[in-house]
Structures are given as structure tokens and as C-alpha cells.
């Protein structure tokens, strides 16, 4: 099993920036990729950006590319998404999540989320 809370979310206005933070535990959790998603009030799920543990090997969507950025701090088992120049469509819940199978796909344990809201 693999616990996973998220904190950081806020409200900020556009242009600005938040850094997420997840915390992980769980006997295994070194094992797993660690991805960050979000969702929007009426829209799907979908994925921001990824890594691993192991190398620190990264993915992003296009929407967070040269915006986000995810990183790690192993000393203290924790997973960041750092977000800057914030637009409004940022706005959702994000998720953090781990992964057995790799940095895009199945993910099966999962955080509450953390609200983002960016006002414009």
C-alpha cells in the first residue's frame, strides 16, 4: 500500500505561481512512478506531469510544459509540482498519484486532491 497527501493549493491570481507538495508512505513507494493530474469542474481527469524516483526521470502534458515543473525531494519522500505563470484554465483539483507500470499509465493509488483556483 502507498498513502499519498497532497497540500499547496490555494487561490491565486493569473501570472502567479504555487508549488504542490505530496508526501508519500508506504513500504513500497520508492517502486513507483509518482504523476501529478488534475481535473476541472464538467471535464475529465487528466494527466500534468510525471516522474520517477529511481533517476528522476520526467514527462509532461503540453499544457504544463514550460510552465510546471516536477521534481522530488527523496530525503523527505516527497513529490512537487512547481506551477508558474498560472492561467485560469489551470483551475481543477490536483491529484497526486503513484504508478506500478510506468510514468503514463497505471496509476492505482491516489491522493485527495488539492484545489487550485487561479482568478483572472
Known amino acids: 500500500q502507498v498513502q499519498l497527501v497532497e497540500s499547496g493549493g490555494g487561490l491565486v491570481q493569473a501570472g502567479g505561481s504555487l508549488r504542490l507538495s505530496c508526501v508519500a508512505s508506504?513500504?513500497?513507494?520508492?517502486?513507483?512512478?509518482m504523476g501529478w493530474f488534475r481535473q476541472a469542474p464538467t471535464k475529465s481527469r487528466e494527466f500534468v506531469a510525471a516522474?520517477?524516483?529511481?533517476?528522476?526521470?520526467?514527462t509532461y502534458a503540453d499544457s504544463a510544459k514550460g510552465r510546471f515543473t516536477i521534481s522530488t525531494d527523496n530525503a523527505k519522500n516527497t513529490v512537487y509540482l512547481h506551477m508558474n505563470s498560472l492561467k485560469p484554465e489551470d483551475t481543477a483539483v490536483y491529484y497526486c498519484?503513484?504508478?506500478?507500470?510506468?510514468?503514463?499509465?497505471?496509476?492505482?493509488?491516489w491522493g485527495r486532491g488539492t484545489q487550485v483556483t487561479v482568478s483572472s
Open positions: 516522474i520517477t524516483w529511481s533517476d528522476g526521470s520526467t
Open positions: 508506504g513500504r513500497t513507494f520508492r517502486r513507483y512512478a
Open positions: 498519484a503513484a504508478s506500478g507500470r510506468g510514468m503514463t499509465s497505471g496509476y492505482e493509488y
